[in-house]
């Protein structure tokens, strides 16, 4: 079966430093995927290197069988949502608008779309609000609404609910739902454990820039392979540990 | 002395005498013109310098840095050389003319308006340059995207370049020739009557000069606020 993406033996060095090594990922599976490692494991630059942000010094990388694109510019087909999602200074709708050039549609088609995905995300009542003064929670539906209409196969999430509230949490995960069934596949990374169980069938984990483990999400909460996830499924749940098998508590359970 | 020509010259510009309007108003068209000029060339050249990728970039933004501080009498030698009879552009007869201290101004203003919307793009890219990326904007479209977004910061930028255009004296002299009702500007005609001793005029013209600059500070810095609170820092 052909991978919508594949990264194979990708290694990014800046300044000597080794950010990836050889990371293999092929992304195959299910429709949610979860990139899951410590901090500085490398999974933003993992996310980065397979929109075609960052090129890297050894491997390839293959969308949907191409390498990335010429120039500095991503790749079309994916989109690419990051944890500080970055807005310029307008209207909200000013700020979808900046979509359009990938989406590939006539200024007013587009525009009557971005006020349909408004609405989607709950944030038509705001559609001539300054973007610089949304909340955080707003900001990231909005981010991922801009995403959403250049019209991805893959979405790209890199920490889509960090620093939110359980309420804004919730409405990011269900838009990544909604996303995932309309046929477009998700990867997105995070530190909430409880969100990775909830949203992904699958996870990747990642440890100093290898993908040292795959598999389906519930069998990486309940038997983690490798030392690693291990390790870091430990530090993450310091209360498993107190259990006699360390590993075995559902991170379902883990809002 | 100083304050018996303070009050003459208070005395002038309530009566509106005919010299200083009309040469207020020169020196008022000649340098806004400059500085229109120079900023549709300079706020682009500027965003094309922060984020655009080509051989020489860091030579051009060096040379923009340099150039900013560039001598006005040096400018004026230079245009007055291009304009001059025996110059390439002799033939259009500009010398001694308002356009030829337009284009003096324009030379002035354009490297500090271009190194200035340099460093603010720069900067905005840091910030917004992974993001028009991702959302494969093409290089002019990321430009104005940046320049749109800084648009309130660019206009501190295009005062600095209007304080740098009204207030030079060196360029405007060599160029214009200070003829009296058709290339005299404040500053020289400031230096013209001080160095006659109608220190009234002079300080009159200088009054004006402060004001003008004040006033366009005080719209443009009301306007930015309000722009500022209107659509978040």
Redesign the interface.
Known sequence: MDALLELSGVSFRPGGRVVLDSLELRLDGPPISALVGPNGAGKSVTLRTAHGLLRPDEGTVLFEGRPPPPGDTAYAGQALVFQHASMVRGSVLDNLMLARHASGLSRSRFREQALRMLERVGLAALVRAPALKLSGGERQRLAIARAWLTAPRLLLLDEPTASLDPGACEAIEALVRDIAAGGCRVLFTSHNLGQVARLSAEVFFIDRGRIVERGATADFFRKPRSREAQRYLQGELPWQTTSSTPRAAAPSTVR | MISEALLQAFAMLRHFEGDVVEIAVLSLSVSLSAVCIASLLGVPLGAIAAIG?FPGKGALAVGLNTFMGLPSVIVGVIVYLLLSRSGPFGPLGLLFTPTAMVVAQTCLTLPLIAALTRQIIEDAWG??G?????????LA?RGA??I?????SLVAVLLAGLGRAISEVGAVMIVGGNIDRVTRTMTTAIALETSKGDLPLALALGIVLVSIVLALNVVASVTRGVAMR????
């Open positions: 990728r910030e917004h992974e993001t028009l990326r991702s959302l494969r904007l093409p479209s995207t940046l749109w977004h800084c648009r309130f209107r659509f978040g820092n």
